[in-house]
């Protein structure tokens, strides 16, 4: 049982190119979601979503997108990468909320 | 603004001793609050949790407390191994909405 499972580990970009994280759950989860870390910021919520074709904003959405298309993925797509958005992203899911959420190990991404 | 507060980054525990990591959240709508604990290059995993209706909540060697009046809650772990040396983040929610996390303690466990 492979879990929520994250793709790539690591990137780097230059500033104004786009990219697509991608998220994959294998438990049939209906909720999922993107955070990202920061030093001294904990974790942050970027978009989320309760269901295949559902999407929401978070905490801090400006500069990402997401689709939900169906139940296993959830991609985060990066349109012009800046450097304000080098950060350590996490992807999680869970059955629902308020159920305690399953973690991918992450996408460390610089953007220079 | 900062929702939930871990204001202590980080605290350091001989093996066999109590640790004791502390956050505050400032919203009392929130219901619902957990702890994670994170090995570097992985992603958080879910320790324990505590909904607001109760006041401890024990797994093990770890026993989260809630104070609901001073908004405050703590997760005890005890004894403490080396291999509870880990970053805990705290995070709480309120029903329909987010989780909200705090900014992590680094806990080191000395042999």
């Known amino acids: 049982n492979a879990g929520v499972t994250q793709t790539p580990k690591f990137q780097v970009l230059k500033t104004g190119q786009s990219m697509t994280l991608q998220c994959a759950q294998d438990?049939?989860?209906?909720?999922m979601s993107w955070y990202r870390q920061d030093p001294g910021m904990g974790l942050r919520l970027i978009h989320y979503?309760?269901?295949?074709?559902?999407?929401d904003q978070g905490e801090v959405p400006n500069g990402y997108n997401v689709s939900r298309s169906t139940t296993e993925d959830f991609p985060l797509r990066l349109l012009s990468a800046a450097p304000s958005q080098t950060s350590v992203y996490f992807c999680?899911?869970?059955?629902?909320?308020?159920?305690?959420?399953?973690f991918g190990n992450g996408t460390r991404l610089t953007v220079t | 603004d900062q929702q939930v507060k871990q204001n202590s980054p980080s605290l350091s525990v001989q093996e066999g001793r109590i640790s004791i990591l502390n956050c505050d959240y400032t919203?009392?709508?929130?219901?619902?609050f957990l702890w994670y604990k994170k090995y570097p290059a992985e992603g958080p995993t879910f320790l324990i949790s505590?909904?607001?209706?109760?006041d401890k909540n024990e797994d093990g060697r770890f026993t989260v407390f809630l104070n609901k009046s001073a908004k405050h809650l703590s997760l005890h772990i005890v004894p403490s191994q080396p291999g509870d040396s880990a970053v805990y983040f705290c995070?709480?929610?309120?029903?329909?909405?987010?989780?909200?996390f705090g900014t992590g303690t680094s806990l080191t466990v000395i042999p």
């Open positions: 999680a899911s869970s059955y629902g909320q308020p159920l305690p959420l399953h």
């Open positions: 438990m049939n989860h209906e909720y």
């Open positions: 979503s309760v269901g295949a074709g559902i999407t």
């Open positions: 919203n009392s709508m929130f219901d619902y």
């Open positions: 505590i909904s607001s209706i109760k």
């Open positions: 995070a709480a929610t309120s029903p329909g909405n987010q989780f909200y």
